[in-house]
């Protein structure tokens, strides 16, 4: 430990423990008091000091609790601005993912990771700090007719594990194969098996939900994988969306679609055999897709951005199912 992480160590003990003023932690240390704030900044960001906050009244926002009442998951609903971009809107809610994700990794822990454009901006977010044992898997394939999908969803998965300092475990076949037959064959390749087997192990699933439009368009639609009469097929089998590229629609439903047999990532119901399913979701294009995500069971716990929660559960309101609780 160098002397610089001694003394972040004591700033932060003083500041947040014994409840110390910037001004008596910079006079005891013989620093200023923007040299503190500097100090308790990182020892945030480097997770030496980690930060809740419980909702008022004890409980959690009206849309959380209607959430949490239908589907039965952990809702984290963040507050976004009116009027905030697409952009800033995504940047908050993985801000709160990021956060939430580091938190929940322990020693030995696997992290199973989906690639896609909202994951893209979580890893981002990890909060770095030594996880022994720890290791990151590739949840789904990423490959297609015109790239290899390595540097999209390999940095994705590299920046995983360097936040935890794991070990990380790729997975080199496509995100959709031409043939069913080929991925039955790929799948008793002992190689992929290997694999397979850590995706076994995954305790916490990262992923989030792929909107077949939007304005923040996801990877999978806009990455080459799908061609134009794909896309038409999709939408005429009512596709709304994704989750691990397994398409799915509004009502959960994803096993007759036939794109699914050549599909290489978990589907819901393989998801649903994992203790923790995180699925993060930001923008109301992604309200159709995140209510198929619900239904199907794959998801314990949801980060949101609350304009989308409102959504999902009027959407679910007007379908005619009991919401429990009132929400303004």
């Not at 923040?216 to 080459?224: I, P, Q």
Request: overall charge positive.
């Amino acid at each position: 430990m160098t002397r610089r992480d001694d003394v972040m160590y004591e700033a932060a003990a003083m500041y947040y423990l014994q409840e110390e003023t910037m001004e008596d932690v910079a006079a005891r240390l013989g620093v200023s008091r923007s040299t503190v704030s500097r100090l308790l900044k990182e020892a945030r960001a480097t997770g030496l000091v980690r930060i809740s906050m419980q909702a008022r009244g004890g409980s959690s926002s009206a849309a959380a609790r209607a959430l949490h009442g239908v589907f039965g998951i952990g809702a984290h609903v963040v507050p976004v601005r009116q009027g905030a971009t697409e952009v800033e809107r995504l940047d908050r809610v993985t801000r709160v993912a990021g956060r939430l994700v580091s938190g929940w990794m322990e020693p030995g822990a696997v992290l199973g990771v989906a690639w896609g454009t909202t994951i893209a901006a979580v890893v981002r977010h990890l909060v770095p700090r030594r996880v022994p044992g720890s290791a990151v898997v590739q949840l789904n394939g990423a490959a297609n007719q015109a790239t290899s999908g390595i540097p999209y969803a390999g940095s994705i998965l590299t920046a995983a594990a360097e936040a935890f300092d794991a070990r990380v475990h790729h997975f080199p076949v496509p995100a959709f194969f031409d043939f069913a037959a080929t991925k039955e064959a790929m799948w008793r390749e002992r190689s992929v098996r290997r694999v397979l087997a850590v995706q076994g192990q995954v305790g916490i699933a990262l992923f989030g939900a792929g909107a077949l439009s939007g304005p923040l368009a996801s990877h999978v639609y806009e990455g080459g994988y799908f061609g134009a009469e794909d896309l038409a097929n999709l939408r005429a089998e009512g596709v709304v969306g994704d989750i691990c590229t397994v398409l799915l629609r509004e009502d959960g439903s994803y096993a007759d679609i036939a794109l699914n047999a050549r599909a290489t990532g978990p589907t819901p119901r393989e998801l649903a055999a994992l203790p923790r399913r995180v699925c993060v979701a930001a923008g109301v294009a992604k309200v159709a897709p995140l209510l198929g995500a619900l239904r199907a069971g794959a998801v314990t716990d949801l980060v949101v951005d609350e304009a989308t929660a409102r959504a999902v559960v009027e959407r679910v309101r007007a379908a005619g199912t009991p919401v429990p609780g009132s929400m303004p």
